[in-house]
């Protein structure tokens, strides 16, 4: 839960997480590691309920969610993101993990 929090208050608005605002990109803070920070954040409280409540049944729905995310939304939501910001999604995809890692950023010196 706080992954995904943390991803909503860096988008900064509802209108940016739903999608309708699409003048800028969010690549920075915890957005460096993660481009599908909210998403991560979902799968892990799928995987935390089946768990806790020790059921197989919840465990499977959980992976097949997970992969179904992943195979779907995630490959429109990534088209659409390449049509409306072009160069610099594709820039950002080839640095920034898809669901948590260390950013391929080179860092920038503050002058």
């Known amino acids: 839960m706080v992954l995904m929090l943390a991803g909503m208050i860096e988008f900064g608005s509802k209108s940016r997480i739903s999608g309708c605002n699409t003048l800028k990109l969010v690549t920075t803070c915890i957005y460096q590691w993660s481009r599908n920070l909210q998403y991560l954040g979902w799968f892990l409280v799928l995987l935390g309920i089946s768990f806790i409540g020790r059921s197989g049944l919840a465990l499977l729905h959980a992976i097949i969610g997970i992969v179904l995310f992943r195979f779907c939304i995630t490959r429109i939501e990534e088209a ?9 999604y594709i820039s950002c995809k080839k640095v920034t993990p898809r669901y948590i890692g260390i950013s391929k950023r080179k860092p920038t010196r503050n002058a």
């Open 80 to 88: 659409h993101l390449e049509r409306t910001f072009k160069e610099k």
